[in-house]
Structures are given as structure tokens and as C-alpha cells.
């Protein structure tokens, strides 16, 4: 909903809360137009803030920053009902699934039947969450995606920035190579770890070398009985 006027800075309210604010200021400084206008490109930023998405990078890695071996097994990883539990709470408030294509097909290669296979109940309970959230599949060689999934085939920084400023959700990116890609262009604002209790010596590295340094805040963590440690930080100002 559009509240300014042709004299003022056109501003698209993105939920409820916002388009109450802007509507009280139209109404509030209607004879004074130069003052609302100038009023409303204070709060432009602010409300901007407000309903901006962060896009979070989650991995589990080793604790010398490995997120698989060298042949892309990853049976060192552990899950138990503990963590996962942990997980399903953490995962319901997430909008959207951004993958590269051996994400999704990794992904795709368990998750979209677990919940009718015998399963324990927390994975089943995973399962049909995961089910429920859109997928964002960046891949130029995929033809197609099955599900709630769609394929994005054009600029992924271009894209993942647009989708940041539309209201909802996080967004949430899953894979070494795409998170790079996103890193690098400083679309990310938070890292969810969970740092496993095991050094694997090589394989693909949870950070690629980058050209560049990015300073972090530590705002939480969460010790495991498994030994697993949940560490979530947000760049730093």
C-alpha cells in the first residue's frame, strides 16, 4: 500500500505495522506537506530494517572447518534426537531454502519421502517441515525442480538480493560453494555452525579462500551432550 504523494518519497508499506506508521504520519502532517515529507525519508530507513529478511548460512562442520571428506561422505556427522529436535525448532522459523544444485539433490535424495518411510519421530517431524518450505535452486544445468522448489537460472547475487528485500521469513543458504558466491557479495548476515566432535584432515572446507576479510559477532551458542556446539554469529557493524 502506497501512502505518499507525489510530493513525498513513495514508499511501499510491507506488512500491517508498517503501513499503520505511514498512514498515521499522512493523516498527522497532512497541512504540512514539506514536513511530512521530510518526516517519512527519516523513517524510511528504519522501516526498511524492519522488514528486511537476513539470509543465514548453516553448516555442520568438523572442528578443523570441514563440512565433508574429500569423497563426499559425510557419516561422521552426527544427528542424534537431541540435536535434531534443537534443529526442527530452529528450522520452523525459516522462509526459504536457497541450494546449489547438489544441495537440492542431496536433499531431494532423502528428505521428500521420510516422513513415510519408519522413521523416528523427529526425523519424520524434520521431514515435514522441510516439506513445507520453498526451495530456491540456483543452477544453470538443471532443466527442472520438483516440489515447492523453484529454479533460478539467472544472477544469484541479483536475485538473493531481491529476495532479501521482499517481507517474510529468513532466507537460508545450505552449501559451501553458494554461500561463497553470497559471502563474498556481503549478502550474508548471520553463520549457524554446529562444529562436530571430529577432525577430518582434508575435504571440502566450510569457507573457500576468499579475497576478502569478514568480522563477526558471536551471539550464541548451545553445548550438545553429543559433544556438538551450536555457534550462531552476525557480522559485525
Known amino acids: 500500500m502506497e501512502v505518499c504523494t507525489e510530493k513525498t518519497p513513495e514508499i511501499s508499506c510491507k506488512n500491517a505495522k508498517t503501513e499503520k506508521i ?38 555442520m562442520a568438523s572442528i578443523d572447518g570441514f563440512i565433508e571428506r574429500s569423497d563426499g561422505n559425510s557419516d561422521w556427522v552426527i544427528v542424534d534426537e537431541e540435536l535434531h529436535l534443537y534443529l526442527n525448532n530452529r528450522e520452523r522459523d525459516i522462509g526459504a531454502y536457497l541450494y546449489g544444485r547438489r544441495m537440492y539433490e542431496l536433499m531431494m535424495d532423502f528428505w521428500p519421502t521420510a516422513d513415510a518411510q519408519s522413521n523416528p519421530a523427529y526425523v519424520v517431524e524434520f521431514a515435514q517441515i522441510w516439506k513445507q518450505i520453498p526451495k530456491i535452486v540456483f543452477s544453470r544445468t538443471l532443466e527442472r525442480v520438483e516440489g515447492n522448489a523453484v529454479l533460478v ?13 521482499q517481507p517474510g521469513k529468513d532466507l537460508e543458504v545450505g ?52 559433544g556438538v556446539v551450536f555457534l550462531r554469529y552476525q557480522c559485525a557493524d
Open 22 to 59: 505511514f498512514s498515521f504520519i499522512n493523516y498527522s502532517f497532512a497541512p504540512f506537506a514539506d514536513l511530512r515529507g521530510t518526516f517519512l525519508q527519516c523513517v524510511q530507513g528504519m522501516v526498511v530494517e524492519e522488514v528486511m529478511r537476513k539470509l543465514i548460512y548453516f553448516t
Open 153 to 165: 537460472k539467472e544472477d544469484v547475487v541479483t536475485e538473493v538480493a531481491r529476495l532479501k528485500e
Open 175 to 226: 552449501g559451501a560453494k553458494l554461500a561463497r558466491t553470497l559471502m563474498e557479495s556481503g549478502l550474508i548476515d548471520e553463520y549457524q555452525i554446529y562444529i562436530q566432535p571430529v577432525i577430518l584432515g582434508s575435504g571440502t572446507p566450510m569457507f573457500p579462500a576468499m579475497g576478502q576479510t569478514v568480522r563477526l559477532k558471536l551471539v550464541e551458542t548451545h553445548n550438545f551432550s553429543s
